[in-house]
């Protein structure tokens, strides 16, 4: 049987978070939800440390992530995830504000699965989100853990 993995969003407006949030519960995934504020504590998560000590769950199956966060932003925690063995595989698609063509082309070179731009319209931005969370959480296949 398949475990159901954790669809971890890391996201430091509480307005957005909660949008999200409630995006990934009307399509509704059985997947829990986790939303930490920035990428340190998205860190912290991924390697059960701090407050997320002795977590179980094993990997998310997909990280959604912000980039302009204050402690440790989303290019930081990509490229952090990138290079490390155990967290390389994580499904990282950005979830950002940022239209910056820099941001961009460094998501990408940092080997992001996804470069979405929140839409304004929260209807467009609801769907984005449920489209998100569908297909990573149900339909993407991942390889069996080493």
């Known amino acids: 049987m398949t475990q159901i993995r954790s669809i971890l969003l890391a996201e430091d407006s509480p307005a957005d978070a909660e949008m999200a949030i409630d995006a990934l519960r009307e399509a509704n995934l059985v ?5 930490v504020n920035d990428g340190a504590e998205a860190m912290d998560y991924l390697y059960a440390r701090g407050a997320y000590e002795g977590r179980t769950g094993g990997e998310p199956a997909v990280l959604l992530l912000d980039i302009k966060m204050p402690r440790m932003d989303g290019l930081e925690v990509l490229q952090q995830l990138r290079t ?16 910056e063509e820099s941001d961009l082309a460094r998501s990408w070179d940092l080997g992001v699965n996804a470069y979405v731009v929140k839409p304004v319209d929260v209807d467009q931005f609801f769907l984005a989100v449920k489209t998100l969370g569908k297909f990573w959480a149900v339909f993407n296949e991942v390889p069996p853990e080493a």
């Not at 490390?84 to 979830?95: A, G, W």
């Open 84 to 99: 490390d063995e155990r967290l390389r595989r994580i499904p990282v698609v950005m979830l950002t504000s940022s239209r």
């Open 31 to 35: 997947n829990p939800i986790i939303h």
